[in-house]
């Protein structure tokens, strides 16, 4: 199915581009310049036939609403009024058009992000990436997680989370406090320096170093204030392991083949680094592999965990009552 759907996706994104250079040759022709009915004509392909094409191809064949055409109508807009702005018998169409487009890309949003609301509802527990993992759509996923390091960064300080008796920290014996300060004190002292080299080159590429250094730092104090507030946690069903706001796998109990003790990290591609800011101590052997969830949808499928806790023998012993390997 997914196939499929990249197949129409990827039919519509040729036909548009098809359509939107015909009507660009169409704009530079002597009949557009003429008037009359071609620029309604083009007006029309636009404004119609665009959506129309989206909505035959990506959203029916998937039963999808017609309201998630309003990105089709949208571009549809743009292109009506770079092409046919000059225009004055299509002046009025234009600002009917635009504020069509602006009312369908309005409702649309409004609709998903309610959809998103009630996901997030629905999902229990107090780890918000988890939460955020809920959301179906694209879109607001990776948004979602781009605001959860603003929160994770400047709330995340305030919150105060003691461990539960099934929980296990890794921030104590890891370093990776002391690792994300000497980080941020590397970027912080050589953004200063490229900074001062890059104004007097260009003032604009300046602020962007210096806006890209910022989210740097913030994101810095978002992974240690995560790794604080995100344990690896053992239930009588599943390993959940969390890496700060890096990976996040959830284990069935049932495909845990073997828990040992490792002094370096296996170099199998199907191994996980589940260690934050140290070497890991334990490797988990899964029965089959698992789907591992990372960063900005970002998923890999691991046969072995790798990681570090705090208390490596007991999340040992939790896993795999018996004699240590």
């Known amino acids: 199915m997914t196939a ?8 519509f994104a ?7 250079l015909v009507e660009w040759g169409v704009t530079r022709s002597p009949a557009f310049a003429r008037g009359g009915a071609v620029p309604l004509a083009v007006f029309v392909d636009l404004m119609v036939v665009l959506p129309l094409l989206f909505a035959g191809l990506v959203l029916r064949p998937a039963r999808r609403p017609l309201l998630d055409a309003a990105p089709a109508l949208a571009v549809g ?6 092409l046919l702005a000059a225009r004055a018998e299509t002046r009025t169409l234009l600002q009917i058009g635009g504020a069509l487009a602006e009312v369908a890309v309005l409702a649309l949003l409004v609709r998903r992000l309610r959809l998103a609301a009630s996901q997030l509802r629905g999902r229990d527990g107090d780890d ?5 993992d809920a959301l179906t759509d694209p879109v607001l996923r990776v948004l979602a997680v781009e605001l959860s390091v603003l929160y994770y960064a400047f709330a995340g300080p305030r919150l105060r989370r003691p461990l539960r008796p099934d929980e296990f920290s890794y921030t104590e014996t890891s370093g990776a406090g002391g690792l994300l300060f000497a980080l941020g004190l590397v970027v912080g002292m050589e953004g200063l320096a490229v900074n001062v080299a890059l104004h007097a ?10 806006a890209l250094d910022v989210y740097a730092l913030i994101w810095f104090a978002a992974a240690y204030q995560a790794a ?6 053992v239930s009588a069903d599943r390993l959940l392991v969390r890496v700060s706001l890096l990976w996040t796998v959830e284990v069935p109990r049932a495909l845990i083949a073997d828990v040992t003790r490792i002094q370096e990290m296996p170099r199998d591609r199907g191994v996980l680094r589940a260690a934050f800011g140290t070497a890991p101590e334990l490797l988990v052997t899964l029965r089959e592999a698992v789907l591992a ?9 691991v046969t072995a965990i790798a990681l570090h806790v705090d208390e490596p023998e007991r999340l040992r012993d939790a896993l795999l009552p018996g004699p240590a390997v």
């Not at 499929?4 to 990827?10: F, I, K, M, Y």
């Not at 040729?14 to 939107?20: D, E, N, S």
């Not at 807009?77 to 770079?82: D, E």
């Not at 604080?228 to 946690?233: D, E, G, K, Q």
């Open 77 to 82: 807009a743009l292109a009506c009024g770079v």
């Open 201 to 210: 080159w260009s003032p604009r590429a300046a602020w962007l170093h210096a």
């Open 228 to 233: 604080r507030l995100r344990p690896v946690a």
């Open 14 to 20: 040729a036909l548009a581009a098809a359509l939107l």
């Open 293 to 301: 969830r990372g960063p900005v949808g970002l998923t890999r499928r």
């Open 128 to 132: 918000l990436l988890l939460r955020i």
């Open 4 to 11: 499929t759907r990249d197949r129409r996706q990827v039919a």
